[in-house]
């Protein structure tokens, strides 16, 4: 492999051991859809909130590009150049002009197609890990221009908090509000949900004689997360892809009712679902609501996490 850098430039250098990036899923605190655009595309208006749970990608030199995986997903996700971590890495490599070559391996613990944007996720982690590896010194900002041509949220998987995001969700603006820790609890689901069905589920229920009532604005929220009671900003959170998840996994009722009866603040279905987050008061408090899903049997797993949490980084 040709070095792109000599030893007197003053670019970036390049890393020679493994580079360990860290990313967190995200959920949606609000998912506010427009209308169906001619170009086949939805404006977003939603907030995303990054969480404690993470997948980990490491980048090593290698001679090509491959990749390997452990944990969620192992056997089912094609490794192959439809992989979003394949993508990021030859958009990187493209943009910034130098052979695409690493070894990747992914550790995965955010479950496939949850609506908790695992694969953006680790599209996010490609491009920090890669950019390191390779010493292409690339801004984050930089490196979510690249993530955005691959998919709308991989830039706030990059920069991670609580943002705002409109677009198709790849414009973000972080939201500045005092420090607060809020507790959720995920209860993951057996098998997946497609993105794109679940929103041609919510334009045809949208074309329906009862059409769901869209979800308040993000302003509301915004003005909820100020105010630190999980109380306030329990009725603050929306969803407009709620109803269409429901319709195409009713089971999601059960899991959301078991969640309120195990105590929850409130619950709501992560962005398409199926995934579904529960607030909880503290950390002991989602505990017993982790406890009381799981007891239900109405999910695979029910899990604690916190939130908010910084996007991909090196560990
Ligand atoms: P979305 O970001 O569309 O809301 P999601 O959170 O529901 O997606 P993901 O796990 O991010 O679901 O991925 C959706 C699909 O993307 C998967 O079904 C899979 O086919 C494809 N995909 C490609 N690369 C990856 C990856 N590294 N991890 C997960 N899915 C991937």
């Given amino acids: 492999m040709t070095e792109a850098w000599g030893p007197d430039d003053d670019e970036p250098r390049r ?14 605190l609000h998912l506010g859809v427009g209308p169906l655009r001619s170009d086949g595309f939805h404006e977003l208006n939603t907030v995303y909130h990054a969480i404690s749970l993470f997948d980990e990608l490491t980048a090593r030199p290698g001679d090509t590009l491959t990749l390997t995986m452990e944990g969620e997903g192992t056997g089912t996700l094609a490794l192959d150049e439809t992989n979003l971590i394949m993508r990021a890495a030859r958009a990187l ?6 052979p695409a070559y690493a070894r990747l391996h992914l550790r995965k613990t955010i479950p496939l197609a949850g609506g908790l944007a695992g694969g953006s996720a680790d599209a996010a982690a490609t491009l920090l890990a890669c950019d390191l590896l390779w010493g292409t010194g ?59 069905e679940v ?50 996994r009713p089971a999601l009722a059960d899991v959301l009712k078991a969640g309120n009866e195990a105590g929850a603040v409130t619950g709501l279905v992560s962005g398409s679902g199926p995934t579904c987050v529960f607030l909880a008061t503290d950390a002991a408090h989602a505990g017993q609501v982790a406890a009381g899903l799981n007891a239900a049997g109405v999910c695979r797993e029910a899990v ?12």
């Fill in 199 to 248: 929103y041609g589920k919510l334009d045809e229920l949208r074309a329906s004689a009862w059409p769901p009532q869209p979800v308040g604005d993000a302003d509301s929220l915004m003005a909820a997360l100020r105010q630190r009671d999980p109380e306030v900003l329990a009725a603050a959170l929306g969803n407009d892809l709620q109803p269409a998840a429901l319709a195409l």
């Fill in 138 to 196: 690339l801004s984050r900002e930089e490196l979510a221009e690249v993530g955005a041509t691959i998919g709308s949220d991989i830039p706030f998987l990059l920069h991670g908090g609580t943002a705002l995001g409109t677009g198709h969700g790849e414009a973000i603006s972080p939201i500045l509000a005092r420090p607060t820790t809020w507790h959720w609890v995920v209860a993951i689901a057996d098998g997946g949900l497609s993105t794109p």
């Fill in 304 to 315: 604690t996490a916190r939130g908010p949490m910084p996007g991909a980084r090196v560990t």
């Fill in 15 to 28: 890393h020679h051991g493994p580079v360990r990036v860290r990313v967190p899923a995200k959920i949606n």
């Fill in 93 to 98: 490599a493209a943009r910034t002009r130098v």
